[in-house]
C-alpha cells in the first residue's frame, strides 16, 4: 500500500495526473479502506480535468493564430498534435470543421480570383467586379484572402483607368462597400477624380456648344459656369 502511495504521489508532483489516478485506482482495488481514497480520487479527477480543458484552450488559441494568419496547412498540424491529447474535446472538432470550411471556401475563392483576371484581360470590367464580390463574400472567415481580394480590385481598377475611368470608379466603389475601411492607392482615387471632372467640364462645354448654335446663348453660359 505504501508502495502505490508514493508512486500515485509521485507521478502527481510530477504533473501526470493520470497515472497518478491508476495508482490511487489501483490501490482502490487492493485496499478499499485506505482513509481518504474517494477524495483523493475526486481531487485527482477534477485535478486532471482542470490541466485537460487548460490545454486545450491553448490548443485553441495557438490554432486559432494560425488560422488568423490563413496559415490552414500550419493550423491542421497544431490540430492533429491536439487531438491526440483530447481526441473528444467538442471545440477541437469544431476547429477540424471549420479548417475544412476554409479550405473548401478558399479554393473556390482563389477560382473566383482567376476568372475576374480572366474578365479584366476581356475588358469585362463588370464580370470581374461581379467575381470579386463572390470571392470576398467566400473569404468571410479568412482576413488575409478578403485583404487580397481588395488588394484585386484596387489593381483591376488601375488597370481600367487606361479604357473607361468609370469602370475603374465601379471597381473603386466595390472595395469601399465591401470594406469601408479598406484604403486604396491616393493615386488611383485622385485619378480617378480627375477624370471624372475633365469628363463632366467636357460634357457641360458640349452642351453649352449646342446650345448656342441653337441662339440659347444665356443658357450656355450657365452650362459653361457650372462646369
Same mark, same amino acid.
Given at each position: ?8 504521489? !509521485? ?15 489501483t ?19 477534477a485535478?486532471?480535468d ?16 494560425q ?12 490540430l ?6 483530447a481526441?473528444? !474535446? ?21 477560382e ?11 475588358g ?5 467586379r461581379?467575381?470579386l464580390?463572390q470571392?470576398?463574400?467566400l473569404?468571410?472567415?479568412?482576413? !488575409? ?24 470608379e465601379?471597381?473603386?466603389l466595390?472595395?469601399a ?7 486604396l492607392a491616393g493615386?488611383?482615387?485622385r !485619378?480617378i ?24 446663348l ?10
Open positions: 500500500v505504501e508502495s502505490i502511495l508514493e508512486k500515485a504521489r !509521485a507521478c502527481e508532483a510530477a504533473g501526470e495526473l493520470d497515472q497518478a489516478l491508476e495508482h490511487w485506482n490501490l482502490a482495488t487492493i485496499y478499499d479502506r485506505q482513509p481518504g481514497l474517494d477524495a483523493e480520487v475526486k481531487r485527482l479527477q485535478a486532471r482542470r490541466a485537460r480543458a487548460e490545454a486545450v484552450s491553448r490548443w485553441v488559441g495557438l490554432i486559432e493564430e488560422i488568423q494568419a490563413s496559415e490552414l496547412g500550419k493550423a491542421r498540424d497544431l492533429r498534435q491536439a487531438l491526440t491529447e481526441p473528444e !474535446a467538442p471545440i477541437l472538432q469544431a476547429l477540424g470543421k471549420k479548417i475544412d470550411t476554409l479550405r473548401q471556401k478558399g479554393k473556390q475563392a482563389r473566383l480570383l482567376a476568372q475576374a483576371q480572366a474578365a479584366r484581360q476581356k469585362d470590367f463588370d464580370q470581374c461581379k467575381c464580390r470571392a470576398f463574400q473569404a468571410d472567415l479568412d482576413p !488575409a484572402l478578403r485583404r487580397l481580394v481588395l488588394t484585386r480590385l484596387g489593381e483591376h481598377a488601375e488597370a481600367a483607368m487606361e479604357t473607361d475611368w468609370r469602370q475603374a465601379a471597381l473603386v466595390e472595395a462597400s465591401l470594406d469601408p475601411s479598406f484604403t493615386g488611383l482615387l !485619378a477624380a480627375d477624370r471624372k471632372r475633365e469628363s463632366l467640364v467636357e460634357s457641360a462645354v458640349n452642351r453649352a456648344g449646342k446650345l448656342s448654335n441653337a441662339g440659347r444665356r443658357e450656355a453660359l450657365s452650362e459653361v459656369e457650372k462646369a
